[in-house]
């Protein structure tokens, strides 16, 4: 389905990215995997992805540098010639109540989270525009819709995800260019391991398929909106979340 189409996966190393980056290339991307501080399991998810008869390369990039981000990319086109599918999926939190939230926690989130999603799509859209197609896949959440206590600084970089989706999808639509995001719900990863046994339960009993979700569930989902499938589809939020926004 994905045969000779390129695809960059933020945060590809572990959990959710690790997930779509093995799934898009199931279907035949070659899948450039990135990572910040997770080398080893970015090179583990590589070699993952050869195994299973793809391939693909690990690349190590802080998603929150503009000037970085510039230069991956630039290095990317040099030896891959295109990108045709971008996934904006690193993330990270630092939760806390607003009353006791710290500067740095809330500029850190929205560092990487959005501040992140743009920077490599100012990078990648000029080539993406030359080209006349692409697929942007963004990853938000649904507390980015439905808000969090304790999560201020998470949910606004998600629903700044959401706006940014959307306006990126206006500017660069008439060029074939589609640009969705997906919220995911509850999944069960790192990210959401050490929360305590009430929270996961209660999050659970939200969620009208009443199980949490895995990465795969979202991978599938990524892998739709990058695909063929997908190419009337565009500023759209798809919701991976068990019914949990309802
Ligand atoms: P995770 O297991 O904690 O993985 C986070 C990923 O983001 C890692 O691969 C990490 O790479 C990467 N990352 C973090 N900071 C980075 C940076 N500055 N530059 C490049 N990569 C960076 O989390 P996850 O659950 O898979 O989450 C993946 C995405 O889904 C995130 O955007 C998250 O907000 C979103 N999401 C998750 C859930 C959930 O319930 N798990 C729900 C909704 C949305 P390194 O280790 O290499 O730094």
Avoid at 16 to 44: M, P, T
Avoid at 148 to 158: D, E, H, L, P, T
Avoid at 227 to 243: K, L, N, P
Wanted: hydrophobic content about 40%.
């Amino acid at each position: 389905m994905l045969k000779g189409k390129i695809a960059l996966v933020t945060g590809g190393g572990r959990g959710i990215g690790r997930e779509i980056a093995l799934a898009l290339a199931k279907e035949g991307a070659f899948v450039i995997v990135n990572y910040n501080g997770s080398k080893e399991r970015a090179q583990e998810t590589v070699r993952e992805i050869e195994k299973a008869g793809g391939s693909g390369t690990a690349v190590g990039c802080d998603v929150a540098d503009f000037t970085a981000c510039g230069d991956m990319i630039q290095n990317l086109i040099k030896e891959y010639e295109h990108i045709d599918i971008l996934v904006n999926n690193a993330g990270i939190t630092r939760d806390n109540l607003l009353m006791r939230m710290s500067e740095e926690d809330f500029d850190t989130v929205i560092q990487v989270n959005l501040k992140g999603c743009f920077n490599t799509i100012r990078h990648l859209s000029r080539y993406f525009l030359k080209r006349r197609s692409g697929k942007i896949i963004n990853i938000s959440s649904v507390v980015g819709v439905v808000g969090n206590a304790g999560q201020a600084n998470y949910c606004a970089s998600k629903a700044g995800v959401i706006g940014l989706t959307k306006s990126a999808a206006r500017e660069l639509g008439s060029r074939g260019i589609t640009v969705n995001a997906i919220a995911p719900g509850f999944i069960e990863t790192e990210m959401t391991q050490d929360l305590s046994e009430n929270l996961k339960d209660s999050m659970i009993q939200q969620t009208l398929l009443r199980r949490s979700g895995t990465a795969a569930d979202v991978a599938r989902a990524a892998v739709f909106l990058a695909s063929e499938g997908a190419d009337y589809i565009t500023g759209q939020v798809i919701s991976v979340d068990g019914g949990m926004a309802l």
